[in-house]
């Protein structure tokens, strides 16, 4: 929020510098962001006097005049501003000046054949308003020569940062309260003005819906004459950012920033019936904002409506049929108020964010509609003329009356800092609260009306078998805990939030204990392997296109977001396989398709905890990386396989007990794919080539292989004590055989049956040749494994050796039909 000196003047008596308030606003916890100094870029502009204005010898629309700036010289200046005359005086700029409104510096020049030695200048031009239909046209009385800034003592802008939880700060004498209450000076009263009625109410209000309003008020006046507002107001109102429209619409504003308490001013003449109700709209309604944007309202929108229809989205923004303008004889001022939930929601449903919705969603003053009606009647009426008719209301003012305690030991235990409990209550007291019971430990206070943050109720999300006893005390609790938590917090910043001082956390062990857990650590050792095995890490969203997840056997309407960050991520993916595919084809599209990709995120199944899975996945597309040792190659599903296996070694699964089967999900090749079992249910990892179906949808031009790891689904190590090696003393025995089996023989069952043969003394099967050709019969292929014997007792002899092997051999035969090759 931005606020000008000039008004904080008006809240605050004060003779503290710039520098003072704004170091006195960040010590109290309110966060300066910037401070303008607006004479600053105007220095070098002087007032001047249009000695003589004549038309221009060769351009019907400009003008060309001799301007005395008061340095005793004539300039001759070129002016296309309709305003331009003889006599007038206005503000000059000399070559060399720097022009903030176009952003350009002043050079001298001929324009069409007359020389230009300055500029005379516009409010737009002069960074000071939108103002450009003419140059700036001063009274009578400025004095020519003098620097402009110094004849309009132009303010100083702060700008602040207001945390979500101090809606009072988001007014100028929310501001000044606290400095005041700081010692930076005196905080102004709030004369109320008394106010006659001189005729009943035109309008009168109704709430329909409590969900739309639940308190209002209302006055109109009448014979009013609405123009442009003083210039007072003119310069507050640009100072903040805000245009100014008329004087009855400023001095809404007035208020919006002045007491943070927005307000509405209806003309009368354009409601339609003698009643405003407070009601949720109704399906197919609209609303035609004063933004020039038309709404179509839901059933969850509350809105101020007449007989015609919706006249305002309550809270938010006024519709511009009933708006008030230079017609306007009779308004009608409006003062509620409104469900802080409700006014954010429907703002962001329509993308509206204004002033007062930014106000309300943060909680207001809830005392203050019936003064600032008076006061905004008063004003306008000062400003407008006129006379107040009676005020309409309905509904009730809410029960706002809150208490709170604080117990000064809290000071020291919760805040860190000694303050003297005299001391403490001063300084509650000093920001409007007032202290209701006092003994020598504690103080209760009852909470100012513009303090929505302090001792609010509180909803807490409990379980809901907690027994009602058990639940109200939690509540309770939970309730005066954070009420004196603000207390402390009121209490230190006042002193300054820069004298608390830094305390570390008590550290509970000397060692601190392991930081991450074991789900952690297995998704931390995968990114290593992956990493390892030449992977770049990815992160992506875990949402994607709805068509897309389908793909992956996804797009369950459950797992689809109501409020996606993009009308193509609108869906949970099933796998972060999706993600890197669509990676891998940007990749291929910018000519990179030979990628190797891995992310280790989530998948999410269905909205249940077991559906969310943590997952370790790879996509290699295109070829191997070119290396001296060996040829570049195209990726196969072994890739993918020797990367999920990779994993799953180094999580500690003992794959002499995995099994491989050929069950992968639809979006891999069906004859080249597969996945790892422990057992006949749990599955660890799918592998294999995409399907080339999905590789065409999704613009992957070659070969792509794919991995997915189930991290939740690897069971934890057991915890064995350490101990020395069990190192055999006797040398191991290898042994190699070749067995010819039926092609369509998976090699899993014939290095499973070797295994199983001799447990004892077989430590390692391997496979490490298959051959198929014109040397063995059609339909079969050789299988070459290699068996490792370790003898524990003794050396084996070669009878021995030759009895394993025959139980190799017999296993194998009867596994998978296959017979030893001579």
């Not at 939930?341 to 005392?367: K, M, N, P, W, Y």
């Not at 208490?403 to 809290?410: H, K």
């Not at 196969?636 to 994993?647: E, M, S, T």
Request: aromatic fraction near 4%.
């Amino acid at each position: 929020m931005k606020f000008p000196l000039s008004w904080l003047h008006a809240h605050l008596d004060t003779t503290a510098d710039t520098a003072t308030i704004c170091e006195t606003l960040t010590r109290l916890g309110i966060e300066v962001e910037g401070v303008e100094d607006r004479a600053a870029p105007l220095a070098s502009f002087v007032i001047a006097r249009v000695i003589e204005a004549t038309q221009h010898p060769n351009a019907d629309r400009l003008r060309a005049l001799r301007v005395d700036i008061g340095d005793g010289r004539e300039y001759s200046v070129v002016c296309g501003a309709p305003n331009a005359r003889t006599g007038m005086l206005g503000v000059a700029a000399l070559p060399g000046a720097f022009i903030p409104g176009t952003g350009i510096t002043l050079k001298t020049g001929e324009i069409r054949g007359v020389k230009s030695e300055a500029m005379m200048l516009s409010a737009r031009e002069m960074g000071l308003g939108d103002d450009h239909s003419g140059i700036i046209d001063l009274p009578e009385d400025a004095p020519v020569g003098k620097p402009y800034a110094q004849y309009a003592k132009l303010d100083t802008i702060i700008e602040i940062k207001v945390t979500p939880n101090r809606g009072d700060a988001l007014s100028v004498h929310g501001i000044a309260r606290d400095l005041a209450a700081a010692g930076l000076g005196r905080l102004k009263d709030w004369p109320r003005p008394h106010i006659t009625p001189a005729y009943p109410s035109p309008l009168n209000w109704t709430i329909e819906d409590p969900r739309a309003c639940t308190w209002v008020v209302g006055r109109a006046v009448r014979n009013v004459k609405n123009g442009p507002s003083p210039a007072w107001l003119q310069d507050w109102l640009v100072a903040v950012g805000l245009r100014p429209i008329n004087a009855l619409v400023d001095v809404t504003n007035l208020f919006t920033y002045g007491l943070g308490r927005p307000l509405h001013v209806f003309d009368v003449a354009k409601v339609r019936g003698g009643t405003l109700s407070m009601r949720m709209a109704q399906a197919g309604e609209t609303l035609a904002a004063l933004n020039n944007k038309t709404y179509a309202l839901t059933e969850e929108d509350g809105v101020i409506a007449d007989e015609a229809g919706p006249e305002a989205l309550g809270g938010i923004i006024g519709g511009e049929h009933s708006g008030c303008d230079e017609t306007t004889t009779e308004c009608f001022i409006e003062a509620a108020l409104f469900d802080p939930v409700r006014i954010a929601l429907s703002g962001r449903r329509h993308g509206v964010f204004t002033d007062a919705r930014q106000r309300f969603e943060r909680g207001l003053d809830q005392a203050l509609p019936p003064l600032a009606l008076d006061m905004a009647t008063a004003t306008i009426m000062e400003l407008c003329g006129g006379e107040a008719s009676e005020v309409s209301e309905a509904g009730a003012e809410p029960n706002w009356r809150r208490s709170a305690t604080l117990r000064f030991e809290r000071l020291m235990g919760l805040g860190g800092m000694e303050v003297a409990p005299d001391e403490a209550v001063n300084r509650l007291e000093a920001l409007g609260f007032s202290s209701l019971m006092r003994d020598d430990l504690s103080v209760t206070v009852a909470v100012p009306s513009w303090r929505n943050d302090i001792a609010a109720p509180i909803t807490l999300d409990m379980d809901p078998g907690l027994p009602a006893s058990r639940a109200e005390a939690a509540r309770e609790g939970c309730e005066a805990t954070e009420a004196e938590a603000d207390l402390v917090e009121e209490v230190l910043r006042l002193g300054g939030l820069d004298a608390v001082p830094a305390v570390s956390l008590p550290l509970p062990f000397a060692v601190p204990p392991p930081a991450v857990d074991a789900k952690q650590k297995r998704a931390i050792a995968a990114r290593r392997v992956l990493a390892a095995r030449g992977c770049q890490d990815n992160v992506t969203y875990g949402f994607l296109a709805h068509a897309t997840v389908e793909q992956f056997g996804g797009g369950d309407p459950a797992l689809r977001l109501e409020n996606p960050i993009a009308s193509d991520l609108d869906q949970m993916r099933p796998t972060p396989v999706a993600s890197l595919a669509l990676a891998a084809a940007a990749n291929a599209a910018r000519g990179f398709a030979d990628v190797a990709l891995s992310e280790v995120g989530g998948g999410y199944r269905s909205v249940t905890p077991e559906g969310q899975l943590a997952m370790a996945c790879t996509l290699r597309a295109g070829s191997t990386p070119l290396n001296w040792a060996e040829p570049a190659r195209p990726v196969d599903a072994l890739d993918a396989r020797a990367d999920a296996q990779a994993v799953l070694e180094a999580l500690g699964v003992p794959m002499a007990g995995v099994t491989v089967t050929l069950d992968a999900p639809a979006h891999y090749h069906p004859g080249r794919s597969g996945s790892f079992r422990q057992g006949p249910k749990t599955v660890l990892a799918y592998f294999g080539e995409l399907h080339p179906r999905l590789r065409e949808t999704l613009g992957l031009a070659g070969v792509a292989v794919a991995c997915e790891v189930f991290l939740d689904a690897i069971p934890e190590p057991k915890r064995r004590k350490k101990t020395a090696p069990d190192l055999a003393a006797f040398q191991p025995v290898r042994r190699d055989l070749a067995f010819l089996v039926a092609a369509e023989t998976p090699a899993e069952n014939l290095l499973r049956a070797a295994r199983g043969a001799e447990r004892a003394l077989i430590t390692e099967v391997v496979l490490f040749d298959r051959y198929a050709g014109e040397r063995v019969a059609e339909g079969k292929i050789s299988l070459a494994i290699q068996i490792t014997l370790q003898p524990r007792e003794a050396t084996l002899t070669d009878a021995a050796i030759e009895a394993v092997v025959a139980k190799v051999v017999a296993a194998i035969t009867k596994a998978t039909g296959a017979t030893l090759r001579g």
